[in-house]
């Protein structure tokens, strides 16, 4: 290796350190659920895990592991290849047609990961004459798949709809020939949803598509959980989705990207991560496709995700804790600091409550938080264990 690589590179990560911003991951040992068997130097103890995207508590849901080992048998273990040479079974099929007919869209198509989804959908479907129109909080994977693409790029401020109007009217005026606007359904580090309705509204005023990203709202928001089109009552005015099986639909991965027809077909035939990138794993293909047959009778599971979601909501605030406000069930916790987020989340680990710090660079320096994130595989007494965990924390370290 050249000279000098190796220490630069350890500077950069001691840099880190110094900062506080070094990410450092643990050992879950059990599956995932509400509550998690964690291991780490004081051994395996049992944590309420208040930080995964296991909305509805599908992660180890029986029937669906059940399908995931049934697949195996009929349908293997791996593809080992991608979907045009080799890759595609009934079952992938069966799957694109289910999310499809879920989200009230044509037809999909599936990719390794939401990530991958996002990083396929502009380059394909827009070129230099065309026009992305983009929340400046959008998620990485939106943020990179615009800058792959080779049309004209337009940015406004979180959910700021005069923003939105000022850049789709410059769009207009540089003589784009298609613009779409693209948000995340709910913003993942702040739980904020979308305003859809001035977003469709606006999109039509000024000929312009509307595409969102529901990762971290298909299963469990609006109705059936058909994601923020249904809570917001815009429906089919959202044309195109992007979504991932990684969270809310049994968790495992694989990411999808719903609308018309002729926009699938073309994705089939132009968007690199999905020609050049392996086809889901069997497994993973039909775990996902009973996931989404469960979310949608899961009426009980949203109500219970809903409930504690207020439940935690209203004990943090009475505590004296700083909320971002929002009903979803992402509950941010403010620290600011990103040291402080660091220390609340070790004091919380002690008192068995596994949380997560996100600071810069996933968050704005000086918006470091504890992000929470209700499921409804948590019980209502874990929620309530969980706040009282936070009060003795916060007491603590002197933040309440
Ligand atoms: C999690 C997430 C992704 C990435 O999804 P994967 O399937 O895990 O790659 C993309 N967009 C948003 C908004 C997300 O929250």
Known sequence: ????????????????????????????VSSQSGRIQVRDARGTREMINLCANNYLGLANHPEIEKAAKAAIDSHGFGMASVRFICGAQDIHRELEQAIARYLDKDDAILFAACFDANGGIFETL????????????????????????????YRYANS??????????????????????????????????????????????????????ECHATGHLGDKGKGTPTLTGV????????????????????????????????????????????????????GSLKAIEIAESADDLRERLAGH????????????????????????????????????AAELDARGVYVAGFFFPVVPKGQARIRTQMSAA???????????????????????
């Open 1 to 28: 290796m050249q000279t000098g690589f190796l220490d630069h590179i350890t500077e950069t990560l001691q840099g880190i350190e110094a900062d506080g911003l070094l990410k450092r991951e643990r050992e879950i």
């Open 126 to 153: 827009l070129g230099p004459e065309d026009a992305i129109i983009s929340d400046s909080l959008n998620h990485a994977s939106i943020i990179d798949g615009v800058r792959l693409s080779k049309a004209k790029r």
């Open 160 to 213: 700021d709809m005069d923003g939105l109007e000022d850049e789709l009217k410059k769009a207009v005026a540089d003589g784009t020939r298609f613009r779409l606007v693209a948000t995340d359904g709910v913003f993942s580090m702040d739980g904020y949803v979308a305003k859809l309705p001035e977003i469709c509204a606006l999109a039509e005023k000024y000929g312009a598509m509307v595409m969102i990203d």
């Open 235 to 286: 429906g089919t005015r959202v044309d195109i989705i992007t979504g991932t099986f990684g969270k809310t639909l049994g968790g495992a991965m694989g990411g999808f990207i719903a609308g018309p027809k002729a926009a699938i077909d073309l994705l089939r035939q132009r968007a690199r991560p999905y020609l050049f990138s392996n086809s889901l794993a069997p497994a993973v293909a039909a």
């Open 309 to 344: 979601t207020r439940r935690f909501r209203q004990g943090l605030t009475e505590a004296g804790f700083e909320l971002l406000p929002g009903e979803t069930p992402i509950i941010p916790v403010m620290t600011h600091d990103a040291v402080l987020a660091q220390k609340l």
């Open 378 to 400: 948590l019980s209502e007494a874990d929620i309530d264990t969980a706040i009282a965990a936070f009060i003795d924390a916060g007491k603590t370290i002197g933040m309440i």
